[in-house]
């Protein structure tokens, strides 16, 4: 099976204050769209299980344990990609993720 990472944070950078992770609007949906994910790549039968960030958005951590990584609006420009390879990450418009709308995501992991 196939991992994918919903990265919901910034990467953490030097002087900047812990606090800010670029999602402010968004902060308590991270949950509830791994949830959306979850239940329909297991209806399209996709060998694909969406989890929820644990590195803090280190892209070398992301990158031994994920082969996509889905990021939240907001993080273009905040995520620090690193080595991970940018056709391997989706980024989420604003409407498709308050709305919970995963079609586009589902579609993007299914075509890996």
Do not use: H
């Amino acid at each position: 099976m196939k991992t994918a990472a919903l990265v919901y944070q910034s990467t953490p950078m030097l002087g900047a204050s812990p606090l800010a992770t670029g999602n402010i609007t968004g902060m308590f949906k991270q949950k509830k769209i791994v949830a959306a994910l979850n239940q329909q790549l297991q209806q399209q039968g996709l060998e694909w299980q969406v989890n929820l960030d644990q590195f803090e958005a280190d892209s070398q951590q992301l990158m031994q344990e994920n082969q996509a990584l889905l990021c939240v609006p907001g993080l273009q420009k905040q995520f620090d990609l690193g080595a991970f390879d940018a056709q391997n990450i989706f980024y989420f418009d604003s409407l498709d993720y308050y709305n919970l709308d995963v079609k586009k995501a589902v579609s993007f992991l299914a075509a890996r």
